[in-house]
């Protein structure tokens, strides 16, 4: 699952997660999931880090309250505007849960 | 505050040397001693600017090595680490130093060695600077770039050709650089031919892997006034940050921190964006210096990219920018860039630029960490 964080005290959703909310510094944050966003922008590297294979197609999406996420899309032809959704899918390299975006 | 002003400034050739990073640090440095005149001076700090010397060279304590090579023993050094943003973090302690009353004579030095590692090696180290949720993802940088690219020429209506542009007018600058690591004259068809590095930016839209060092030798104005005839003085720095993860930003099109740490320059010289007369720009990627256009307030939003396609920022334009050729051209030594930025506008100023020479009693440079991340913008004055 996709998770924000919105503010107790002043109400801002924000990702990723940290300490503080980024708008008043209050720290009683609540999780919230994020369904279906847009693509906003997307790249397909050649020039890869070690061990990620290229072409490697990562792009950013746009969640509800502006909320974002920039992530490796399993879509084949990516357009702008495209209406995506986050799936957990595989693990990363350092063997963690990973989240991928997918055509919605 | 008192005045800061700049007393001399000294640069190593930027590329592949094949000297080690304090080798680099201390010729840059014993040129700016020199070019000021201060070869037996005492100097009161050293700052140190560099990103990873551990991770390229397996070296640490750089400010002690290169005090020990100057011998400036017993001054104050430090090493100021804040990724590609080093050199202006650098310069901006030093400023802060001499403004401040405490120090009277300031060496900035600034330098990186990265020939170390192989071009994806270099990457992965430049991208431990990003949000971990970005890094397992395989962001780089350049990536980085590529997504504002998109995102601007979809919104703006920008054309590929206005980005290569950028490009084409650095490395045309960057010729006329004895300094510069590239000397070759490119045109807007080898960068739109050139390999694709993160769709839709190429080869030719991105600075090279370098090793440099520049340095710059701050001070009073009284004192630099004893030293030179035309001295130029730092009236205004900024520095600014943005949130750790992009994905918190608002938009990938502009550098909030950009506008801030501008801001606070005008603000402090009294200057506007229109008084402004030759700058150097953090271009790690063509679109960045269409974007600092728009965030320095040089040209309205979304219309930085008419400036490039219509060569306002060449040489002979109305506001020359990187005319030492630009991270794209002259190199982007990682912790050099933002002193290297200074010692331009600083010979620029005192009409010391031979060939890429331009009329200019007013600079201004900008220095990016990370992706947008902090940033300072520094003005200087001829007074």
Redesign the interface.
Known sequence: MLRAYRCRRCGHV???R?LQC?KCRGMELEEMALRRGKL???????????G?EP??T???AEFEN???????LDIEDPE?GMEVVPVNSGT???G?P?IRLKRA | MRPVAVAGCGLTKFGKTGKGLIELLAEAGLKAIEDAGLDDAEFDDVFVANMSSGEFEGVSGVANALIGELSLEPAAAMKIENTSGSGGAAVYAGWMAVASGESELVLVAGGERMSTKS???A??II?SLT?P??R?????L??LA???A??YM?LYGAPREALAEVAVKNHYNATLNPYAQFHKRITVEDVLNS???????RLYDYCPVTDGAAAVVLTTLERARKLMDRPVVITGIGFATD????????R?DEFPAVRRAAMKAYRMAGRTPGDIQVAELHDMATILEILQYEDLGFYPKGEGWKAALEGRTALDGELPVNTSGGLKAKGHPIGATGVAQVCEIFMQLQGRCGERQVEAERGLTCNIAGYGNGVIVSILEVM
């Open positions: 924000f990702r990723p940290r980024p906003v922008s997307y790249t397909l590297i050649y020039a890869t880090r070690p990620y072409p490697l990562i792009g950013l502006g909320v974002k996420l920039l992530a490796q702008l990363s390299n350092e963690e990973f | 071009t994806g090696e990457a992965e991208a949000h949720e970005e397992i993802q395989g962001v780089t350049p990536s590529a997504l504002s998109r995102q979809e390999p694709v590095i993160c769709d839709p930016l949130y750790y993860s992009i994905q918190t930003r608002e990938l």
